[in-house]
């Protein structure tokens, strides 16, 4: 009788904890989804469709390997943006040798946009070669008719070839450089570069797009933000009206300024840029910048964040990678955040965090825990 007890009690406490919903963001501790598994999506990017949040991001296996792409971009989905279900694999790497997303090649940060000539979503990531380490510096995209996927790959390009930046002075239009006769980031090889050398050594093959993100205007214009001319200066590209393609429209922002992890978002007039310095899986100082166009001019506001010395030189431990304009609540933004933990891939978490606007800044601050008002 006495065990009966202890067992219903035992069961009853299990199937509270299993349908506990969440109703607050806990930075950077373990997310559980609708299965109770830690959110595999990593490198996130996110879409309201549907009165539905959907996140895509990288699924990481374990260990250190676990960082290529073995798997594929996982897709989960919400009402409240606290509790997930996972919605399976989006993009699969595929077991064929002769196909470009092969297990083992490189898939992050991927993102997600409707596209509402084609009826169609669209995936844009940045993708590595298998076995080139992060030499391809390419971009992917891949299709559905339905959010979830699965998505069908279609190609990976070194974007914009043969053409010049539209921001890029006439005068330096000329092709060739001393690059090649120095070391790698010497200081000669550092004053070529400043010059625009690797943009001119990438003009005939197409440009380098490693950390990207991808942004919508108002007006159905996507753009697409990378990292190029070897992280040192951000290349933000038109799209063509079906998102499949780029424009011959593109600019450098915030020239030699080496950003990665950018992510754009609009509010009111104003278009701002989250991003991070370069080093690797270890966190940075987080950068923030504006313009009135996706294009730019791009002006440098500095550090978002605030706290103590540590935290805000490490973005508190994380890396950018989207922001999320919440729906239906004025001014209400999400920065949303890795904390990378590459021996052990599959472990790293999610640092979610309220941005606030302090003389139209944007600003950061660490909580433990919250909810959105
Ligand atoms: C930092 C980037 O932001 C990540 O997406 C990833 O490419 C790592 N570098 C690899 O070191």
Redesign the pocket.
């Known amino acids: 009788m006495k065990f009966n007890y202890i067992l219903i009690l035992f069961s009853s406490l299990i199937i509270y904890s299993c349908d506990k919903s969440e109703e607050t963001f806990k930075p950077g501790q373990l997310w559980l989804d609708n299965n109770g598994v830690h959110i595999n999506a990593h490198?996130g990017g996110f879409l309201f469709s549907n009165d539905t949040y959907y996140w895509f991001g990288e699924h990481k296996t374990e260990g250190e390997a676990g960082?290529k792409a073995n798997v594929g971009v996982h897709c989960y989905s919400s009402k409240d943006l606290y509790n997930w279900k996972d919605e399976g694999i989006a993009l699969s790497v595929s077991e064929n040798t002769s196909s470009l997303i092969v297990k083992g090649c490189i898939i992050?940060?991927p993102k997600v946009i409707y596209n509402t000539k084609n009826k169609q979503f669209v995936m844009w990531f940045?993708h590595e070669l298998k076995g080139k380490g992060?030499n391809a510096a390419m971009t992917g995209v891949a299709v559905s008719d339905k959010i979830t996927g699965p998505y069908s790959y279609i190609k990976s390009v070194n974007p914009n070839k043969g053409i010049w930046p539209m921001n890029y002075p006439d005068s330096l239009k000329i092709l060739g450089s001393n690059l090649g006769k120095f070391k790698k980031w010497s200081k000669e090889w550092n004053k070529e570069m400043e010059k625009g050398a690797i943009l001119k050594r990438d003009f005939e093959r197409g440009q380098m797009a490693?950390?990207m993100a991808l942004f919508v205007d108002d007006d159905g214009t996507a753009y697409h933000i990378h990292s190029s001319e070897e992280n040192t200066t951000l290349h933000i590209a038109e799209l063509t009206d079906d998102y499949l393609d780029f424009t011959d429209k593109y600019v450098r922002a915030l020239p030699n300024k080496s950003n990665?992890?950018p992510a754009i978002f609009k509010r009111g007039d104003n278009y701002f840029m989250l991003s991070?310095g370069?080093s690797?899986?270890k966190p940075n100082a987080a950068r923030s910048a504006i313009a009135n166009h996706p294009l730019g001019p791009w002006k440098e506001l500095g550090n978002p964040c605030r706290g103590t010395k540590e935290a805000i030189n490490k973005t508190f431990y994380s890396?950018s990678t989207y922001i999320l304009p919440v729906q239906g609540k004025q001014d209400s933004y999400i920065f949303m955040a890795d904390r990378?933990t590459?021996e052990n891939a599959i472990d790293g978490s999610y640092i979610w965090l309220p941005i606030e606007f302090e003389n139209n800044k944007p600003i950061i601050k660490w909580i433990d825990e919250w909810s959105i008002k």
Request: charge should be negative.
């Open positions: 490198g960082n992050e940060r940045h992060y490693r950390d990665e992890a991070s370069l690797g899986w890396q990378w590459p």
